[in-house]
């Protein structure tokens, strides 16, 4: 059961669509060159999580792109046409669901954007690699970690509709059986997940770290690390941003992956070699996330 509201300008809350029919244009620039942008945020017992951070990175990455969308309000009010649709149907009292955000370029010469939210259940992966753990690769993503700087119209760190790379990495992965990917640079640093944000724990002269790799190494801010960092640096961690390498992954106390949906997955082993576990800093990162809205 998937629920679909687009947002129209002659619907203030938005126009509720038949998610089993089809509903986009041929033509529409979002599915012919992947040109828009997107969120995905989880929604626990009917409350959105970290709501205005999502809404604040979809218009970073659409001005990153040069395309209008919506403003806040519009997406506020469609989302919650979306949930208030949702709570009617069998699935209402699942404890968690899924939005996502979508905004296109929209049917090409048309100059005007096409944008929707949905709402569905998260898929039974991200619980068990929640519970799990994962196994992870190491993969060169191509380029070096300053990049970003020199070629801004790649739009490395915006979070847009181009996910052929990503999720041909994690079909790669899955063939060499693992489950998920940590992309390097060419330069040797730590990037990100295709999805998700590399976290870091480790004990340096009796201090306790989380540490992420660069931000302006080209990755995607995170938005569930961001609120983490927050949490954990009231709750007596140091903090940090790398730089990150592969050393750094297989020497540390803990490494997550993190991410709005599958929230925290705790990496078991890289390219086959068993990492440090920590299920007590598991718990304790998990319960600073539980709190967070």
Same mark, same amino acid.
């Given at each position: 059961? &998937?629920?679909?509201?687009?947002?129209?300008?002659?619907?203030?809350?938005?126009?509720?669509?038949?998610?089993?029919?089809?509903?986009?244009?041929?033509?529409?620039? *979002?599915?012919?060159? %992947? +040109?828009?942008?997107?969120?995905?945020?989880?929604?626990? $017992? =009917?409350?959105?999580? /970290?709501?205005?951070?999502?809404?604040?990175?979809?218009?970073?990455? @659409?001005?990153?792109?040069?395309?209008?969308?919506?403003?806040?309000?519009?997406?506020?009010?469609?989302?919650?046409?979306?949930?208030?649709?949702? @709570? @009617?149907?069998?699935?209402?009292?699942?404890?968690?669901?899924?939005? /996502?955000?979508?905004? &296109?370029? *929209?049917?090409?010469?048309? %100059?005007?954007?096409?944008?929707?939210?949905?709402?569905?259940?998260?898929?039974?992966?991200?619980?068990?690699?929640?519970?799990?753990?994962? +196994?992870?690769?190491?993969? +060169?993503? =191509?380029?070096?970690?300053?990049? #970003?700087?020199?070629?801004?119209?790649?739009?490395?760190?915006?979070?847009?509709?181009?996910?052929?790379?990503?999720?041909?990495?994690?079909?790669?992965?899955?063939?060499?059986?693992?489950?998920?990917?940590?992309? &390097?640079?060419?330069?040797?640093?730590?990037?990100? %997940?295709?999805?998700? &944000?590399?976290?870091?724990? $480790?004990?340096?002269? %009796?201090? $306790?770290?989380?540490?992420?790799?660069?931000?302006?190494? =080209?990755?995607?801010?995170?938005?569930?690390?961001?609120?983490?960092?927050?949490?954990?640096?009231?709750?007596?961690?140091?903090?940090?941003?790398?730089?990150?390498?592969? #050393?750094?992954?297989?020497?540390?106390?803990?490494?997550?992956?993190?991410?709005?949906?599958?929230?925290?997955?705790?990496?078991?082993?890289? +390219?086959?070699?068993?990492?440090?576990?920590?299920?007590?800093?598991?718990?304790?990162?998990? =319960?600073?996330?539980?709190?967070?809205?």
């Amino acid at each position: 059961m &998937t629920v679909l509201v687009f947002l129209d300008p002659s619907r203030e809350h938005g126009r509720i669509a038949d998610a089993g029919q089809p509903q986009l244009m041929a033509t529409d620039l *979002g599915t012919t060159r %992947g +040109d828009g942008v997107f969120e995905s945020l989880l929604v626990v $017992r =009917g409350t959105p999580r /970290k709501l205005q951070a999502h809404l604040d990175r979809l218009g970073h990455s @659409a001005d990153a792109m040069k395309l209008e969308i919506p403003d806040q309000q519009s997406w506020r009010k469609a989302i919650t046409t979306a949930l208030d649709e949702f @709570a @009617a149907t069998e699935q209402a009292d699942a404890p968690e669901i899924v939005l /996502k955000l979508i905004s &296109t370029r *929209g049917v090409e010469g048309t %100059g005007r954007p096409t944008s929707w939210v949905s709402a569905f259940l998260p898929s039974p992966t991200a619980h068990r690699q929640r519970e799990h753990g994962i +196994d992870v690769l190491l993969l +060169d993503r =191509g380029y070096d970690s300053t990049l #970003s700087d020199r070629a801004p119209w790649l739009l490395l760190g915006a979070k847009t509709l181009s996910y052929a790379v990503n999720m041909a990495a994690i079909r790669y992965a899955a063939e060499q059986g693992a489950d998920d990917v940590i992309f &390097t640079s060419s330069d040797g640093k730590v990037l990100e %997940g295709p999805t998700a &944000t590399v976290l870091v724990a $480790r004990t340096h002269d %009796g201090v $306790r770290e989380l540490l992420t790799p660069r931000r302006d190494s =080209g990755i995607l801010p995170g938005t569930t690390q961001g609120a983490l960092f927050s949490a954990a640096g009231q709750a007596g961690w140091k903090l940090g941003y790398g730089p990150l390498e592969p #050393s750094d992954l297989m020497e540390a106390d803990g490494v997550w992956l993190v991410s709005s949906i599958r929230l925290l997955a705790p990496v078991n082993s890289i +390219d086959g070699t068993p990492v440090a576990t920590s299920p007590s800093l598991t718990t304790e990162l998990g =319960g600073l996330l539980e709190k967070i809205v």
